[in-house]
C-alpha cells in the first residue's frame, strides 16, 4: 500500500523558518519524482516544488524562490520542504504528492494526507 | 502563467444524471513533444486530491468508467456519465505543460 505521511507543520511567526517532511512508503521512492503542492484555506490547489529523483534539479513557483527549499533522503525515502522567511500567504495545508512521469505522461498520483502550516503573529 | 479557467464554479446533480465539466486554457496545452498535458482530480470534502483522468483522456487504475475526459489544444471537458454520492466533491483540471503547473479554480459538486 501506497503511504504519503506529511509531518513537521503547525503555527510559525512571520519570518521565522519550519521545516517539513514526507515519509513514501509502497513504492520506488528512489525513481520518482516528488512534488509539494499546498492549498490555502478555503482555496484552491497550487503547486509548490519539484524535485528530480536522483536530486539534479529543482523547480520553484516564483512566489517561494529564494526562501523554500525542497530535498529528499533516498536512503531513508523521505521528502523534505525547508521553508525560511514564511509569510502569512504562505498559510495553507502543504501535500507532499508523488509524480507520475511514465510514458509521456505527467501527472501527481499519490497525495499525502496533508500538513497544515499556519503563519502568524 | 497558464490560466485554466473551469466552468461552471458549482454543479448540482441528482443521482443517475449525466454532468460535464469544461476546463479552458490561455494557451495550447499541446506540448512540442506531441503530448497533451492536462490532468483531472477530484477532492471530496476533508479529503486530499485524487487523480481521475491523466493526459486528458487516460483513466487512473481504480477510478470508475463513469468517469471521461476529453479535448485538445484549450478546451477539455470531464464527464461523468450516471452521477453517485460518492461523486460529490471539487473537481480540479490541471496542466503540465507549461511552467509553473497550474491548476483550475475547481468546480464543486454537490447532489440533489
Known amino acids: 500500500e501506497v503511504q504519503l505521511v506529511e509531518s513537521g507543520g503547525g503555527l510559525v511567526q512571520p519570518g521565522r523558518s519550519m521545516k517539513l517532511s514526507c515519509a513514501a512508503s509502497?513504492?520506488?521512492?528512489?525513481?520518482?519524482?516528488m512534488a509539494w503542492v499546498r492549498q490555502a484555506p478555503t482555496k484552491g490547489l497550487e503547486w509548490v516544488a519539484t524535485i528530480s529523483y536522483d536530486v539534479s534539479s529543482t523547480y520553484y513557483r516564483d512566489s517561494v524562490k529564494g526562501r523554500f527549499t525542497i530535498s529528499r533522503d533516498n536512503a531513508k525515502s523521505t521528502l523534505y520542504l525547508q521553508m525560511n522567511s514564511l509569510r502569512s500567504e504562505d498559510t495553507a495545508t502543504y501535500y507532499c504528492?508523488?509524480?507520475?512521469?511514465?510514458?509521456?505522461?505527467?501527472?501527481?498520483?499519490?497525495w499525502g494526507q496533508g500538513v497544515m502550516v499556519t503563519v502568524s503573529s | 502563467d497558464v490560466v485554466l479557467t473551469q466552468t461552471p464554479p458549482t454543479l448540482s446533480a441528482t443521482i443517475g444524471q449525466s454532468v460535464s465539466i469544461s476546463c479552458r486554457s490561455s494557451q495550447s496545452l499541446l506540448d512540442s513533444d506531441g503530448d497533451t498535458y492536462l490532468n483531472w482530480l477530484l477532492q471530496r470534502p476533508g479529503q486530499s486530491p485524487q487523480l481521475l483522468i491523466y493526459s486528458v483522456s487516460n483513466l487512473e487504475s481504480g477510478v470508475p468508467n463513469r468517469f471521461s475526459g476529453s479535448g485538445s489544444e484549450t478546451d477539455f471537458t470531464l464527464k461523468i456519465s450516471g452521477v453517485e454520492a460518492e461523486d460529490l466533491g471539487v473537481y480540479y483540471c490541471m496542466q503540465a505543460t507549461h511552467a509553473p503547473l497550474t491548476f483550475g479554480s475547481g468546480t464543486k459538486l454537490e447532489i440533489k
Open positions: 509502497g513504492f520506488t521512492f528512489s525513481n520518482s519524482v
Open positions: 504528492t508523488r509524480v507520475n512521469t511514465y510514458y509521456g505522461s505527467y501527472y501527481f498520483d499519490y
